[in-house]
């Protein structure tokens, strides 16, 4: 795992601070980016391709990319829909890895075979793979330890449905074999989409077994598990920027969108009045949505779940590449 520029940490912990002092997380650390809204796939739990929408220039993307870079954001992920699809997406990745951003990759995995995926690896920290009947890749699991010779580190991203709960371990021995780690979540009912959603505390449960069983594998959170289902546990420690440009604020759960990043100083929005607003908004919220991204990214800015969050990672941290 790489090390970014000394001036970056200090940075993230001077915004790390300021949400302390304010006790509300105005300043993001996370970022899922949206750089594509078309798909190679057509899950049931999801509604993104059932939207798409016309890619954004190269130039507009690598402008949003800056305004990132500038902000309090640590990691940036990159997903879709599938990105792979987009042409220009080597050199998306070439110019966020000059960034003092970690870049975080997500993918059906289904193209690896048609881009250059060893050269892409070049670029990212953690290549995430959503491997899981929805995405009827099954087969993928038996590439998982060509995939951790590329370099990054390798997450199998692993949605549960209801029917399939009872394979959740088959798919996480592979993973531990193959020294790939994997973050389980349960199928989300959204919009438009089926209820394929697990019962909630046979999923807790289950996937608190199999971090007992393998602790170095499974990176899904403690804390996410404990609240997934407790209202108002999710906050604006992680943003999405869709595929238009547009910022989800407070979350994609509500459908707002704000500023156009591409533009607009995203620093500068977080701390206004106009945002602090949403953040109410997303606090008096009574959708039960259980998404991981807004329920799990609490884990690694707190002080009291950042360890155990943190401790699949170990090795990975003290190794440098």
């Known amino acids: 795992m790489r090390y970014l520029p000394l001036r970056k940490y200090l940075s993230t ?11 509300e997380q105005i300043y993001p650390f996370y970022c899922s980016f949206k750089v594509v809204q078309r798909c190679d796939s057509k899950c049931d739990f999801c509604n993104v391709w059932k939207s798409p929408m016309p890619d954004m220039p190269t130039d507009k993307v690598l402008r949003i990319i800056d305004n990132i870079a500038d902000s309090s954001i640590l990691l940036l992920s990159l997903e879709g829909g599938e990105p792979l699809l987009r042409e220009d997406i080597g050199e998306i990745l070439k110019y966020i890895r000059a960034k003092s951003l970690y870049v975080l990759f997500t993918s059906s995995g289904k193209l690896f075979d048609k881009r250059p995926m060893k050269e892409y690896s070049k670029y990212i920290d953690f290549l ?3 491997i899981d009947e929805g995405h009827e890749n099954l087969e993928l699991y038996d ?3 060509e995939f951790v010779g590329w370099g ?3 997450c199998v991203q692993i949605v549960v449905m209801r029917n399939y709960l ?3 371990e088959g798919k996480i021995r592979t ?10 979540m349960p199928a989300c009912h959204l919009p438009d989409t089926e209820d394929m959603l697990p019962d909630l505390n046979e999923f807790r449960n289950e996937v608190w077994r199999l971090k007992k069983k393998y602790p170095r594998t499974i990176i899904t959170t403690d804390k996410y598990l404990r609240t997934l289902d407790v209202p108002h546990s999710c906050n604006t420690a992680s943003i999405i920027i869709d595929a238009d440009g547009l910022l989800h604020y407070p979350c994609r759960t509500l459908m707002e969108k704000s500023i156009d990043v591409s533009k607009d100083p995203l620093l500068e929005f977080v701390a206004s009045s106009r945002a602090r607003e949403s953040r109410q908004r997303m606090d008096q919220c009574d959708i039960q949505c259980h998404w991981y991204q807004y329920f799990a990214t609490d884990s690694f800015v707190s002080l009291r779940d950042g360890f155990s969050a943190l401790q699949p990672y170990v090795s990975d941290i003290l190794r440098l590449n």
């Open 166 to 168: 009872k394979d959740l």
């Open 143 to 145: 590439r998982l330890p």
């Open 175 to 184: 993973c531990h074999d193959a020294g790939a780690k994997a973050v389980v």
């Open 128 to 130: 995430h793979v959503s």
């Open 13 to 23: 912990a001077r915004y790390a601070c300021s949400n302390f002092v304010t006790k």
């Open 152 to 154: 990054p580190i390798v």
